[in-house]
């Protein structure tokens, strides 16, 4: 598949912006187009990431909070925040194998936002937003607390780093003020199309945490990710489209990428990393993680490491590893050399050496790795082609799943990590 689609006119080839078809004798435009591509029905219309424009609308907090500070408080739009929390689930999500139970939540976001609007009270100004779903997506829930705070500040107390994205806890001493929810509204989507709507009373607490918090809820090979809560407080949403860039860390700045604010390194919590004005500092048994579907939504990522050192007790290391165990870019000092593999399957590991034995060869430099269509691999240093891979590929297993994974068992300092299409 192209990077994008093309006819002829006037023997140039020119974009093709819109298909429609012939229904009952009228032309109707074609909202999504599938082929089948062994076995399986897969997209081709309109044209699925790495090559869409990065776009879309991102949460952000409305200050620079600092901890310890007060601020005004304020609220976003409730009807944005819940649309923008089902749009969001639908982005997580593409691009696995659950196109078209997204295909459906995504013709019913209409219906279901409406339902939870119509029980939104005048006086109402918060929401707090959870989701919920079977394995495989046989079902989903949403769930709206509506209610009312009556407090005008916030005070900060701390940060959090957390699953992707950073959160801020308050102070909620004075319980009074925090308010508490009024109803709970529930929509279900079944998968046959059947959505359950139910309205009831509930006074639950109106949380304490700013942001959002999504996780891998299900730890299947295809990691499915909801969103545990997000709420109105002290945040807005913002439209963005950074083209060919998905995600850009500079760790001499901040922890946090410049395009949506992810998460570059949980380990500065649990770990005995560090971070300052130089980079990223990984200890042992510390890594950066990065959210499958990043990997998902760009076919080439940049890293740039200073000096390091492979961990010793087990003499190996790995600058790249991609759900778990695929496509891996490892150095074993029994085999001597860095190599790509992939583990995902124990009874039939692939593996193919790169043909450099120089643990240290990438050093004070810039590595990148790109893949094709078809998977296959190609690995750089400083803009020089090493080695394109054979039997190894990103798969779509090695795209999606765990947190991708940089620097496992490398002690080393990061400087910058980019992910973007080319």
Same mark, same amino acid.
């Given at each position: 598949?192209?990077?994008? /689609?093309?006819?002829?006119?006037?023997?140039? %080839?020119?974009? +093709?912006?819109?298909? @429609?078809?012939?229904?009952? *004798?009228?032309?109707?435009?074609?909202?999504?187009?599938?082929?089948?591509?062994?076995?399986? %029905?897969?997209?081709?219309?309109? %044209?699925?990431?790495?090559?869409?424009?990065?776009?879309?609308?991102?949460?952000?907090?409305?200050?620079?909070?600092?901890?310890?500070? !007060?601020?005004?408080?304020?609220?976003?739009?409730?009807?944005?925040?819940?649309?923008?929390?089902?749009?969001?689930?639908?982005?997580?999500?593409?691009?696995?194998?659950?196109?078209?139970?997204?295909?459906?939540?995504?013709?019913?976001?209409?219906?279901?936002?409406?339902?939870?609007?119509?029980?939104?009270?005048?006086?109402?100004?918060?929401?707090?937003?959870?989701?919920?779903?079977?394995?495989?997506?046989?079902?989903?829930?949403?769930?709206?607390?509506?209610?009312?705070?009556?407090?005008?500040?916030?005070?900060?107390?701390?940060?959090?780093?957390?699953?992707?994205?950073?959160?801020? @806890?308050?102070? $909620?001493?004075?319980?009074?003020?925090?308010?508490?929810? &009024?109803?709970?509204? $529930?929509?279900?989507?079944?998968?046959?199309?059947?959505?359950?709507?139910?309205?009831?009373?509930?006074? &639950?607490?109106?949380?304490?945490?700013?942001?959002?918090?999504?996780?891998?809820?299900?730890?299947?090979?295809?990691?499915?990710?909801?969103?545990?809560?997000?709420?109105?407080?002290?945040?807005?949403?913002?439209?963005?489209?950074?083209?060919?860039?998905?995600?850009?860390?500079?760790?001499?700045?901040?922890?946090?990428?410049?395009?949506?604010?992810?998460?570059?390194?949980?380990?500065?919590?649990?770990?005995?990393?560090?971070?300052?004005?130089?980079?990223?500092?990984?200890?042992?048994?510390?890594?950066?993680?990065?959210?499958?579907?990043?990997?998902?939504?760009?076919?080439?990522?940049?890293?740039? !490491?200073?000096?390091?050192?492979?961990?010793?007790?087990?003499?190996?290391?790995?600058?790249?590893?991609?759900?778990?165990?695929? %496509?891996?870019?490892?150095?074993?000092?029994?085999?001597?050399?860095?190599?790509?593999?992939?583990?995902?399957?124990?009874?039939?590991?692939?593996?193919?050496?790169?043909?450099?034995?120089?643990?240290?060869?990438? &050093?004070?430099?810039?590595?990148?790795?790109?893949?094709?269509?078809?998977?296959?691999?190609?690995?750089?240093?400083?803009?020089?082609?090493?080695?394109?891979?054979?039997?190894?590929?990103?798969?779509?297993?090695?795209?999606? *799943?765990?947190?991708?994974?940089?620097? +496992?068992?490398? /002690? *080393?300092?990061?400087?910058?990590? &980019?992910?973007?299409?080319?």
């Amino acid at each position: 598949m192209g990077k994008k /689609a093309y006819v002829g006119v006037g023997d140039k %080839a020119q974009t +093709v912006k819109n298909i @429609y078809v012939g229904v009952g *004798g009228k032309a109707q435009k074609v909202v999504k187009g599938y082929v089948g591509v062994n076995g399986k %029905a897969q997209q081709f219309w309109p %044209a699925r990431n790495p090559w869409d424009p990065y776009a879309g609308k991102k949460l952000v907090f409305d200050n620079d909070y600092q901890p310890g500070v !007060i601020y005004s408080r304020s609220h976003a739009d409730i009807e944005e925040t819940i649309r923008w929390a089902i749009n969001k689930t639908i982005f997580y999500n593409r691009g696995i194998d659950y196109e078209a139970f997204l295909d459906l939540l995504e013709s019913k976001i209409e219906e279901i936002v409406s339902y939870i609007m119509s029980q939104v009270s005048s006086s109402d100004n918060t929401v707090l937003f959870y989701t919920s779903l079977s394995s495989a997506f046989h079902n989903i829930t949403f769930y709206a607390y509506l209610g009312y705070q009556p407090a005008t500040t916030l005070k900060i107390t701390s940060k959090y780093d957390g699953e992707s994205y950073p959160q801020y @806890y308050y102070d $909620t001493s004075d319980t009074a003020s925090e308010g508490k929810a &009024r109803v709970l509204v $529930t929509v279900k989507l079944i998968n046959n199309g059947t959505l359950e709507k139910n309205t009831q009373a509930n006074q &639950r607490g109106l949380t304490f945490t700013l942001g959002n918090d999504v996780d891998d809820v299900f730890c299947t090979s295809w990691g499915i990710v909801i969103q545990n809560y997000v709420i109105n407080t002290g945040v807005h949403f913002e439209n963005f489209n950074t083209g060919d860039l998905v995600a850009n860390w500079n760790f001499t700045n901040s922890l946090y990428d410049t395009v949506e604010d992810l998460v570059g390194c949980r380990e500065l919590i649990w770990g005995n990393s560090s971070i300052d004005s130089s980079g990223l500092h990984l200890s042992l048994g510390d890594a950066i993680e990065v959210p499958s579907w990043v990997v998902r939504y760009a076919n080439t990522f940049e890293m740039t !490491i200073g000096s390091y050192d492979i961990e010793h007790t087990y003499g190996n290391g790995t600058m790249f590893w991609f759900n778990k165990n695929s %496509a891996a870019l490892s150095y074993y000092e029994s085999d001597g050399y860095w190599k790509f593999q992939d583990a995902s399957s124990w009874s039939s590991v692939l593996s193919e050496s790169t043909g450099i034995t120089d643990v240290g060869f990438f &050093r004070n430099s810039t590595i990148k790795i790109h893949y094709d269509e078809q998977g296959i691999i190609k690995l750089y240093k400083n803009g020089v082609l090493l080695y394109t891979t054979h039997t190894v590929k990103m798969t779509l297993l090695a795209r999606c *799943g765990d947190p991708a994974r940089f620097c +496992v068992n490398i /002690a *080393g300092t990061v400087t910058k990590l &980019r992910f973007y299409n080319e």
